[in-house]
């Protein structure tokens, strides 16, 4: 509407694509479980970010989301409070007894992974939502143990999850959530040839939506000097079936 049209030409949010859900302006607004809000509150985040205000919804909405905003906008949250969320609700209804995971998110760096993890223990905090971490420098037969345990999340590089995957039997095929980040830099470091020829499994859920990018593309854009496209992260949410 015209007053959507509005809103994200105030909050400089553009969007592609077809049917995008407006920008929310509250976390509060989301039916998500109280549990979920305090975390986001006691994460220090009172209100959404322009960038998480437009792919919150719309990742819920079950679009595969390529989304774009300068360092520091506020993208990690944007993909991780679907993920908690979505997950959570997963796991409260049918797949209570399953241990396998739902939603992966790989990153180019070690250090980002250990970050993305981290935050998203926060936000999942006291809700059925556990997390793995799968990267170098870090016995693999622990991470294994960790994943076989049961976790809702996996967060890795594409290195040692191919590892992992080659040498071991994890089951993936309940991921419904999938998510790139910075996903420029793994393009660059040749990992679009390796997804296709390493995840592309029976179920290719994962790679579908990697590679039908845009459905909806937001970008909070910037001050005209600085280069938006630098830092892109692109988060594939699947629809639940
Ligand atoms: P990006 O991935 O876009 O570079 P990050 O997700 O790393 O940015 O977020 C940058 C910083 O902003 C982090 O310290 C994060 O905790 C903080 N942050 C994220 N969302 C919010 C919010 N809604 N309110 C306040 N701080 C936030
Ligand atoms: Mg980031």
Redesign the pocket.
């Known amino acids: 509407s015209d007053q959507t049209e509005l809103l994200r030409s105030r909050l400089e949010i553009h969007v592609k694509g077809d049917l995008v859900p407006p920008p929310i302006l509250s ?1 509060s607004s989301c039916n998500f479980p109280q549990k979920l809000l305090q975390n ?1 509150e006691a ?7 322009p ?2 205000m437009q792919a919150i919804p719309a990742a819920l909405s079950g679009k595969s989301l390529l989304v774009s ?10 993909f991780l409070v679907p993920i908690v969320y979505l997950c959570a609700n997963f796991r409260f209804e049918q797949f209570r007894d399953r241990k396998k995971p739902l939603a992966m998110v790989l990153t180019p760096t070690r250090e980002l992974c250990i ?1 993305v993890e981290e ?1 998203a223990k926060l936000l999942g905090k006291g809700l059925p939502f556990k997390t793995a971490l799968v990267v170098g420098g870090d016995a693999m037969a622990r991470q294994l143990h960790r994943i076989q345990q049961g976790v809702e999340l996996i967060v890795g590089t594409p290195g040692r999850l191919i590892d992992l995957l080659t040498k071991n039997d994890i089951q993936l095929d309940d991921v419904k959530i999938f998510g790139l ?2 996903v420029d830099c793994m393009f660059q470091r040749g990992f679009r040839d390796q997804c296709d020829k390493n995840l592309k499994t029976d179920d290719d859920i994962m790679m579908n939506g990697t590679h039908s990018v845009g459905e909806c593309s937001s970008s909070t854009s910037l001050s005209s000097q600085q280069d938006v496209e630098d ?1 892109c ?1 692109i988060a594939v949410v699947l629809s639940e079936e």
């Open positions: 976390f986001i994460a220090g985040f009172e209100m959404p970010t960038v998480q905003a300068e360092t520091g906008s506020g993208k990690t949250a944007s970050q935050q980040d910075e830092d992260m």
